[in-house]
């Protein structure tokens, strides 16, 4: 199988990667490639995994998950779920994940933390934030979200390790950038004045068409799906 196309697509974002940071005056080993695989099929997981060195990479739906688990799983290959999760669902995936990118509800926060217990771990999460305040969207609202945090902090089993957000579509890049500043912002106010004993936090935002942006707002995970699998 020729996977020249996966070559050339690594490369060129890894580049606009490393330019973005240098743009923001950032670090670009301190950055994460998460490669959203909801499009790719098992061999191409394989392939950006084994050939390319993409250690994270972001599954969106439960049942995908589950169907290709044991022909992805690896040791030193980090799966993370970034999609829409469901509480019933949370038992499926908990044993196999390293994060959940999408906590929205203090319910689905008891069912993760329920379950990791069940299991003797603790789950890392982040906490999505509805920056563009959608109210068709899941997420929190920016508002919400400290009052939000604090209420997650009391569950033994999960660890609070930053903030996920989707930004709207926009017509023009540059606009995305408002979204992803307010976010950035956001963790910020919350965390020195909140959560100022918890480590640095993890902040996941921007995808295929908004990496950049993201990166230069703060980002430290991009989660990259179409820009990387397209032939």
């Known amino acids: 199988m020729d996977y020249s196309y996966l070559d050339r697509n690594v490369a060129e974002i890894r580049e606009k990667m490393k330019k973005a940071a240098e743009s923001a005056g950032r670090d670009a080993g301190d950055l994460t490639l998460l490669a959203a695989i909801k499009s790719a099929d098992v061999a191409e997981i394989k392939y950006i995994h084994e050939s390319l060195g993409i250690n994270n990479v972001g599954e969106n739906r439960v049942q995908q998950l589950l169907e ?88 033994e089993a999960l660890n609070l390790r930053g903030f996920m957000t989707m930004a709207p579509k ?17 963790v910020l106010d919350i965390w020195t004045k909140k959560l100022h004993n918890i480590s640095r936090p993890i902040i996941s935002m921007g995808m295929s068409e908004s990496f950049e942006e993201a990166i230069a707002q703060g980002a430290d995970i991009v989660r990259v799906g179409r820009k990387m699998f397209e032939k």
């Open 68 to 155: 290709r688990y044991e022909n992805i799983r690896s040791d030193d290959l980090n799966i993370h779920f970034i999609g829409t999760l469901q509480t019933n669902k949370v038992k499926y995936i908990i044993d196999k994940v390293c994060m959940i990118h999408s906590l929205d509800s203090l319910k689905l926060a008891a069912e993760i933390d329920k379950q990791a217990r069940k299991h003797g771990k603790s789950m890392d999460v982040l906490v999505e934030i509805n920056s563009g305040e959608e109210e068709n969207k899941s997420g929190i609202m920016p508002d919400e979200a400290e009052a939000f945090c604090l209420e997650v902090m009391k569950f």
């Open 170 to 186: 926009c017509e023009k890049k540059e606009e995305y950038c408002k979204y992803f500043s307010k976010t950035y912002q956001l």
